[in-house]
């Protein structure tokens, strides 16, 4: 099978007040080129775990991870981020506050072997036209835009580094219901165009299904049901999963 990222038995294990706590627990994934993975569960079911293992953000205790057919497991985050890149929940945290946006876009640029001088101003016009930003919106701090406009110049600075896989972790959780759709649209054109790879990280079963291919869900750091998005939401096999689709809010 042609994949892009192979996770193989990933689990990881922390010390709380003395305690151990199974943050990830014997989880396997795979994702082709073009392919949306979503992960949901609610809090503390271990989505964020997994993927901070699999950006190699910290070392799994056991299980392995091959990107691109090379295995990964324990190397460092600036060895593979030409291949993979992750993007956070908190896009403005993720900027440098003291950088225009424009010039982290550049230092991503930079690092790429063969792109210096003017074709970095060039690609990085073209980067911020392709998530539909205007390019003098780059010339602000980050703390100068709102969250969703944030969020598409990460994704912006995301693509520079030309990976393979995006990690997105909770990416649309912070913005309101427009600037969701609005990014959670941008995601499905850019897998189109440019084949990328997506794991998306959220609590939001209905947002994931909506642009998912297929869905993994977690609960205590296990995968409890994987399937294609309309299976798992519309004939779903675990009882948490049945429970996660019909949450409602209720007050007593
Ligand atoms: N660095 C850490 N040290 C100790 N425990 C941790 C650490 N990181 C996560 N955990 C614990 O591991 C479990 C999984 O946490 P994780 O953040 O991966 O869940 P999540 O599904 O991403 O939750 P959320 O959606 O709230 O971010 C939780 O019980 C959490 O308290």
Do not use: W
């Amino acid at each position: 099978m042609n994949t892009v990222l192979e996770v193989q038995h990933i689990s990881k294990n922390y010390k709380r007040n003395g305690r151990g706590v199974e943050a990830v627990a014997d989880v396997s994934l795979s994702l082709r080129p073009g392919e949306i993975l979503g992960i949901v569960g609610e809090s503390g079911s271990g989505k964020s775990t997994l993927l901070r293992q699999i950006a190699c953000l910290e070392r799994a205790d056991r299980g392995r991870i091959v990107l691109s057919g090379t295995d990964i497991t324990g190397r460092k985050t600036r060895d593979i981020c030409g291949e993979l890149q992750m993007i956070f929940q908190d896009s403005t945290g993720s900027f440098n506050p003291r950088m225009k946006i424009a010039a982290s876009i550049d230092e991503t640029l930079r690092n790429l072997p063969g792109l210096r001088g003017e074709p970095v101003a060039a690609r990085r016009e073209e980067l911020i036209h392709m998530v539909g930003m205007a390019p003098e919106l780059a010339g602000r701090y980050p703390f100068q835009l709102s969250g969703g406009q944030c969020q598409r110049m990460a994704i912006a600075r995301a693509l520079a580094a030309e990976p393979k896989v995006i990690l997105c972790d909770e990416i649309t959780s912070a913005l309101d219901v427009s600037a969701q759709a609005q990014i959670v649209r941008l995601l499905a054109k850019l897998r189109r165009e440019l084949r990328l790879a997506l794991l998306f990280v959220s609590h939001d079963l209905a947002l994931a299904s909506c642009l998912c291919d297929r869905l993994m869900v977690m609960n205590g750091g296990r995968c409890v049901e994987e399937g294609t998005s309309q299976k798992v939401v519309n004939n779903p096999q675990n009882e948490y999963t049945r429970r996660l689709i019909n949450s409602v809010l209720t007050v007593e």
